[in-house]
Every structure is written in structure tokens, then in C-alpha cells.
């Protein structure tokens, strides 16, 4: 009996233990998740930060972005710094506006034309904002 029972023991602390060990790679997988999306999102802000940044710069002549670049900071730009969810809407109304954007033959959009832009819908949506049309 003896002979059963101690090999029986051995075995019992070797499946704990990998069990064990298993369990707590789990744990630390699950906790690494939340941290690389801190990071990304992190990145994505110092992004579009640096994009916000070159907007606002007097150094901005000659710089380009191809246009699905600028479409995707432009869209970055305005959730970020004029988009919260914490933002409530009594009521809302749908709108549209057109704009053009000159783009140069390689289909590159110059980062003075994007300011230029941006400039110009912002003050038109606070046209609209203010007079409440």
C-alpha cells in the first residue's frame, strides 16, 4: 500500500503544478490584452497629436499625404479632440456639406490644402451651430 500511495502523491503535486502553472499563463495573457491596447491606442493619440501639431505649424509648406492618409487623420483629428461620448444630444438634425480637396497628380493631398480645409468646415459647422439653422 505504502508503495501506491507515495508515487500517487507525486503524481497529484505533478498535475497540480502544471495545472497550476497553466492557469496562471492564462491569467497573464488575459492581463497583457488590455495593456497592448493601452499602448496602441496610446500610439494612435501620439499620432494623431503630432498630425494635430503639423496642422497647426507655420513649417507645413511641401509636406504630403496620400488621400487615404489625410481622410484617416482628418477623422482621427475630429474624434479625438471634438468627439467625446460623454458629449448628450437633446436633439441632433442631419446635414450635409460638400468640400473639395485638390489633389496633385500622384493623388497626394498637401497638408497646407488639409489645413486649409479643416480651417473652412469648422467654421462653417459653427455657422451652423450658432445660428441654429
Known amino acids: 500500500m505504502k508503495q501506491i500511495f507515495i508515487p500517487l502523491i507525486i503524481a497529484c503535486i505533478i498535475v497540480t503544478s502544471i495545472v497550476a502553472c497553466k492557469k496562471t499563463g492564462e491569467d497573464e495573457a488575459q492581463n497583457s490584452a488590455p495593456n497592448e491596447n493601452y499602448d496602441e491606442g496610446f500610439v494612435l493619440y501620439q499620432r494623431t ?10 513649417m507645413k509648406s511641401g509636406t504630403v499625404l496620400s488621400f487615404d492618409s ?52 469648422e467654421t462653417d459647422v459653427a455657422g451652423i451651430t450658432d445660428n441654429g439653422d
Open 70 to 121: 489625410a481622410q484617416w487623420y482628418t477623422e482621427a483629428y475630429y474624434n479625438v479632440f471634438h468627439g467625446s461620448p460623454a458629449y448628450e444630444a437633446e436633439s441632433y438634425r442631419i446635414d450635409s456639406l460638400t468640400y473639395s480637396l485638390p489633389v496633385n497628380k500622384d493623388g497626394m493631398v498637401s497638408i497646407d490644402a488639409l489645413a486649409t480645409l479643416i480651417e473652412t468646415i
Open 49 to 58: 497629436l503630432a498630425f494635430k501639431d503639423l496642422l497647426e505649424s507655420d
